[in-house]
Nanobody
Framework: QVQLVESGGGLVQAGGSLRLSCTVS????????NAWFRQAPGKEREFVAA????????AHAGPVKGRFTISRDNARNIVYLQMNSLKVEDTAVYYC??????????????????????WGRGTQVTVSS
């Protein structure tokens, strides 16, 4: 079983920064994709960013590109989401997820919620104006 635990959420003013962490534990496969999703009240859960455990490239959703950065510390099994220049519209519950599918292309990252096998419980991020 795989466990994902998010932390680092909180209340911040617009223009501020937060760093979210996702600690991965349990019986994880050798190759998988880590991702962050978010869900605002009354909206669908949406893709934010993803990268492979093995490193290499990453993908970021359009609304966060240039402001958010996904990274990971393999030695500690932690995935981070550095969020800068936060906007009110970034307010949401942020979820960490793992996709264990092995894709043909190394630069492909699914942005579909249904592709992800394991999920954390989420951490709330609230950005005030």
């Amino acid at each position: 079983q795989v466990q994902l635990v998010e932390s680092g959420g909180g209340l911040v003013q617009a223009g501020g920064s937060l760093r979210l962490s996702c600690t991965v534990s349990g019986r994880t496969p050798g190759f998988y994709i880590n991702a962050w999703f978010r869900q605002a009240p009354g909206k669908e859960r949406e893709f934010v960013a993803a990268m492979r455990r093995s490193g290499g490239g990453s993908a970021h959703a359009g609304p966060v590109k240039g402001r958010f950065t996904i990274s990971r510390d393999n030695a500690r099994n932690i995935v981070y989401l550095q969020m800068n220049s936060l906007k009110v519209e970034d307010t949401a519950v942020y979820y960490c997820a793992i996709d264990t599918t092995i894709y043909e292309r190394d630069d492909y990252f699914s942005r579909q919620r249904s592709s992800y096998d394991y999920w954390g419980r989420g951490t709330q991020v609230t950005v005030s104006s």
